[in-house]
């Protein structure tokens, strides 16, 4: 009786000590390219929160802020060498360090259409050189266009204007006959202001939250490339999460890709007509000058991408542009 009452008392104790101290929580460390509030992060911290709550306390992603942070610039360096655990980042900010030229915009697919393509497993094994793993891309369904404070009536009189660039859309600029300027986020309101840059090229979402429809007049209405932020986690981080942890963050990944695409999409075209509101003129070309610009800015891109990744650019294109 004596026993049975000791191992009682024992298995009481046990409890009573996983209670005071539970299971420490993976902490992932995790920074943006934009800031917290901003309107394009939006399906990402509904994926984070969902990690944070259905891993029951084992793992958490914790924001260690944005660009003030680490430069936007930066971050791509700084997940690879393990300073940071996992980015949410544009592509284009890293894209030639990867493959050469940033690509990602130029797919024609969602991505549930990549996955069954087989595309994200070759994401991976492409960014798995880098020490990354890459996790997905949790926003989708809104696009590009060119701003600009000069008014135009047909795409070729861009050339000889000043564009805030990234990579994404560099090698279309160009082509344009127009002059890039690289510049992050953070630096265009003031570059337009002071007339610095005459116009900029970004996705349609964010502009106001920025304060961009204050500084710039009109918006070039042909919409090109899709949006090209992904989820990207140290690998050595990402061996170190129990396989259990890493499904459950594979599987939320997915649904949130499915989930937000129709969201924003819908943002987009509010943001669009909110735009117009504030003052901003849309600008638009005869359906012959859509036609070319669309055209050639897919083609300025993937051109870029054959050019400077000649071995995998086929193959990308291939699976990218059915």
Not at 101 to 110: F, Q
Not at 235 to 243: F, R, S
Not at 256 to 262: D, G, P, S
Not at 280 to 288: A, D, G, N, S, W
Request: hydrophobic letters at 45%; one cysteine or more.
């Amino acid at each position: 009786m004596k026993k049975i009452l000791l191992c009682l008392l024992a298995v009481m104790m046990i409890h009573l000590w996983v209670g005071v101290h539970p299971v420490q929580a993976r902490e992932i460390k995790m920074v943006t390219f934009l800031p917290k509030d901003d309107i394009n992060l939006t399906a990402w911290w509904a994926f984070a929160e969902e990690v944070n709550k259905k891993s029951n306390g084992e793992l958490v992603i914790k924001f260690m802020g944005g660009p003030e942070a680490i430069p936007s610039f930066k971050q791509f360096e700084a997940v690879r060498t393990g300073v940071v655990d996992m980015i949410f980042s544009a592509e284009s900010y890293y894209g030639g360090a990867v493959t050469g030229a940033a690509y990602t915009h130029l797919s024609r697919l969602s991505p549930l259409e990549e996955r069954k393509a087989g595309y994200n497993d070759l994401r991976v094994e492409i960014l798995k050189k880098q020490n990354l793993f890459y996790l997905g891309r949790p926003v989708y369904g809104t696009w590009f266009q060119i701003f600009t404070n000069k008014p135009i009536k047909r795409p070729q009189e861009i050339k000889g204007q000043k564009i805030r660039t990234s990579a994404t859309y560099e090698p279309f600029i160009k082509t344009l006959g127009a002059v890039p300027i690289t510049l992050p986020g953070s630096e265009v309101y003031t570059a337009l202001e002071r007339g610095v840059v005459d116009g900029y090229a970004w996705a349609v979402i964010g502009n106001i939250s920025m304060g961009w429809s204050e500084v710039c007049k009109n918006i070039i209405e042909p919409r090109i490339y899709s949006m090209n932020v992904e989820a990207l986690v140290n690998l050595d981080t990402w061996n170190k999460i129990p396989k259990n942890l890493q499904k459950m963050m594979e599987d939320l990944m997915a649904e949130n890709e499915a989930k937000y695409t129709k969201f924003f999409a819908e943002l987009g075209e509010k943001e669009l007509q909110a735009m117009q509101a504030k003052g901003m003129k849309l600008i638009k070309f005869t359906p012959e000058d859509t036609k070319w610009f669309v055209d050639l800015a897919y083609k300025a891109g993937w051109d870029e991408v054959l050019n400077k990744a000649p071995e995998l650019g086929p193959k990308l294109k291939k699976i990218l542009s059915p």
